[in-house]
């Protein structure tokens, strides 16, 4: 069982900056790929990014060239650097772990555990 906390979430005012953590409990983090989901208020959970074991990455084409995702296999830690927001960024986000590694098709069933969620709110 992996046990996911996420952090860092807040408010912030358009063009800022903010960074999610992720903490995982277990001994195999660094095997698992780790994705961030969000969702706002009115609409389904969506892809936002994801660090597959080997380390390469992927991003929803919304936040490509402002989000980065970034993994700390030592300290068993996926972070979000997210940069240049946008009021529709405002979500709760999501941190979630795939125990086969390969994240393969970027959708909510790839993934086995998940974490419960931290606000992010992007003022205009």
């Known amino acids: 069982q992996v046990q996911l906390v996420e952090s860092g979430g807040g408010l912030v005012q358009a063009g800022g900056s903010l960074r999610l953590s992720c903490a995982a409990s277990?001994?195999?983090?660094?095997?698992?790929?780790m994705g961030w989901f969000r969702q706002a208020p009115g609409k389904e959970r969506e892809f936002v990014a994801t660090?597959?074991?080997?380390?390469?990455?992927s991003y929803a084409d919304s936040v490509k060239g402002r989000f980065t995702i970034s993994r700390d296999n030592a300290k068993n830690t996926v972070y979000l650097q997210m940069n240049s927001l946008k009021p529709e960024d405002t979500a709760v986000y999501y941190c979630?772990?795939?125990?086969?590694?390969?994240?393969?098709?970027?959708?909510?069933?790839?993934?086995?555990?998940w974490g419960q969620g931290t606000q992010v709110t992007v003022s205009s």
């Open positions: 979630a772990a795939d125990a086969s590694g390969w994240a393969a098709t970027l959708r909510e069933r790839d993934y086995d555990y």
């Open positions: 277990g001994r195999t983090f660094s095997s698992y790929a």
């Open positions: 660090i597959r074991w080997i380390g390469d990455t």
